[in-house]
């Protein structure tokens, strides 16, 4: 199941009124690219077991992906400093981190971490069977707080 956002499901979260239509086209084109996106780096199981999860994800990706265009736009962020005094200039930071935000969500339903996670629980119902054991599944996954899963 493909994962499926559009302008509706951003607009609340960028502060567009639902009846504004004039951002509408560019809204659903950064959506079908965020989605495609998460469709190719999240496990097809997940794609459906997981799948509103997945959405939230993706449309905080969107909705920071749309915001620091917005922002990068002549005019929107400019700032102007006069006599110790800062006028304008908005932060991308809060927009930056909601697209981390999304990508960390999705970070345990990636092929290999997704893989990774399958083979532990396999090894620790293994020792489990073989001796009184006490380890989660994490502690069996190595590099999980490796970079690799930092976005």
């Not at 989605?35 to 509103?52: E, M, P, R």
Request: include cysteine.
């Amino acid at each position: 199941m493909a994962t499926t956002i559009t302008h509706e499901d951003v607009k609340p979260r960028v502060g567009v009124p639902s009846a504004t239509t004039t951002y509408d086209t560019e809204m659903d084109t950064v959506c079908t690219a965020v989605a495609a996106g998460v469709d190719a780096a999240v496990d097809a199981a997940y794609l459906t077991s997981a799948a509103a999860l997945v959405k939230l994800a993706a449309i905080d990706i969107a909705t920071g992906t749309l915001i620091v265009g917005i922002f990068n736009r002549p005019g929107y962020a400019e700032q102007m400093i006069a006599a110790g005094v800062t006028l304008g200039g908005l932060d991308k930071d809060g927009a930056k981190e909601l697209i981390k935000q999304g990508w960390a969500t999705l970070a345990p339903y990636r092929p290999d971490k997704a893989t990774a996670t399958a083979a532990a629980e396999a090894a620790k119902t293994q020792v489990a069977d073989s001796a009184e054991c006490d380890l989660s599944s994490d502690d069996m996954i190595f590099g999980s707080d490796s970079a690799e899963y930092d976005y």
